[in-house]
């Protein structure tokens, strides 16, 4: 640990040597040794957050700190990236002696990496204000979503009360989930209802495995264990990969859905390849999952899709 302190400590010193070093040999910045070499993606975006955020260059940090105050002020969206980040570049591009014209390909890679950036630290806002908000039987918003996923999930019975033991069908502790959501907030029930919206046959069959004689669990429960993963996934920044990575979207709260239901559909099949003898296994299995899961995202390469597999267990 003192080693790899003294490590750091040097390093710190001895960057701005090695970065002139690279641009006299080069005659490239950083920036655009990374745009240029760096795979488009995880392995571009988070090098280029990296060197921003190790800068030491004034205008470079007044230029993280104006990128941080639009996504605090909720501004970081598509219809205002023209405004925000056009100036943000030209910036950049001056301190760094970048000629514009004739490195226009790095102006393109750069907007793209700057967009993913912030776009995830919007994302993480979004996140934490849906984890904070409780759910509220007295808000008809909120009881219209928990009945929409009842009416999902089993289409062809419907709740005979809205308090219920039925609940327990779909996972549930209790005869009114709004308990279960205390920890996760309305953000568990936004995930669970977008798994089953989007993903209609796929949610379908994962809650049939949790109906399974021998390997049953508890749908709605693991579901919000699931959304607990992604969350901190999220706040650690391990989700970069999978955000950066999707080419056609950036980081938002549909994505973070869809990483979301990546996840609980996998550990459904890690669930059942294990064969637990009982529900007590939960813990172990999950434990297993998401190291697996930090394994795969530490590898910025790492591209994630659901894979339909239809079994009969």
Same mark, same amino acid.
């Given at each position: ?5 003294? $490590?750091?400590?040097?390093? $710190?010193?001895? *960057?701005?040597?090695?970065? &002139?070093? #690279? ?9 655009? *040794? ?37 996504? +605090? ?11 925000? @980040? ?5 910036? %950049? ?8 014209? =004739? ?14 950036? &912030? ?12 984890? *904070? ?12 979503? @928990? @009945? ?14 809205? %308090?219920?033991?039925? &609940?327990?069908?779909?996972? #549930? ?19 669970? =209802? #977008? ?8 949610? /379908?069959?994962?809650?049939?495995? +949790? ?26 920044? /391990? ?15 549909? @994505? ?14 890690? &669930? ?11 813990? %172990? ?29």
């Amino acid at each position: 640990m003192i080693f790899l302190n003294l $490590w750091s400590l040097f390093a $710190w010193y001895l *960057r701005p040597f090695i970065k &002139w070093f #690279f641009r006299k040999t080069t005659r490239l910045c950083e920036l655009q *040794r990374i745009c240029y070499g760096d795979k488009a993606g995880a392995a571009r975006t988070c090098n280029v957050e990296k060197s921003l955020m190790l800068s030491r260059t004034q205008s470079v940090k007044e230029v993280i700190s104006f990128l941080d105050a639009t996504v +605090s002020e909720h501004r970081f969206i598509p219809e205002n990236f023209r405004d925000i @980040l056009e100036p943000s570049i030209s910036i %950049i591009v001056r301190v760094k002696k970048i000629n514009a014209k =004739l490195h226009t390909p790095f102006i393109t890679s750069f907007r793209r990496c700057l967009e993913q950036i &912030w776009s995830y630290r919007s994302l993480m806002n979004d996140v934490e204000n849906l984890r *904070r908000t409780q759910f509220d039987s007295n808000n008809p918003l909120h009881e219209e979503k @928990l @009945l929409k996923l009842w009416s999902l999930l089993v289409p062809d019975t419907p709740l005979e009360n809205r %308090i219920t033991k039925q &609940w327990q069908y779909i996972g #549930f502790q209790g005869d009114d989930p709004k308990t279960d959501f205390r920890g996760m907030g309305m953000l568990g029930l936004e995930n669970l =209802l #977008f798994f089953a919206t989007e993903y209609p046959e796929v949610s /379908s069959h994962v809650l049939s495995h +949790s109906c399974h004689p021998l390997y049953g669990y508890t749908f709605a429960i693991v579901g919000i264990n699931i959304t607990s993963m992604a969350y901190y996934l999220l706040k650690d920044g /391990s989700a970069k990969t999978y955000m950066f990575n999707t080419k056609q979207y950036l980081p938002t709260i549909n @994505l973070f859905h869809r990483f979301y239901c990546y996840l609980f559909f996998e550990f459904d099949k890690m &669930w059942i390849e294990s064969k637990p003898e009982n529900i007590m296994e939960f813990s %172990i299995i999950f434990k297993k999952f998401e190291n697996a899961v930090r394994n795969e995202l530490a590898d910025p390469a790492s591209v994630f899709r659901i894979n339909i597999e239809i079994d009969t267990i």
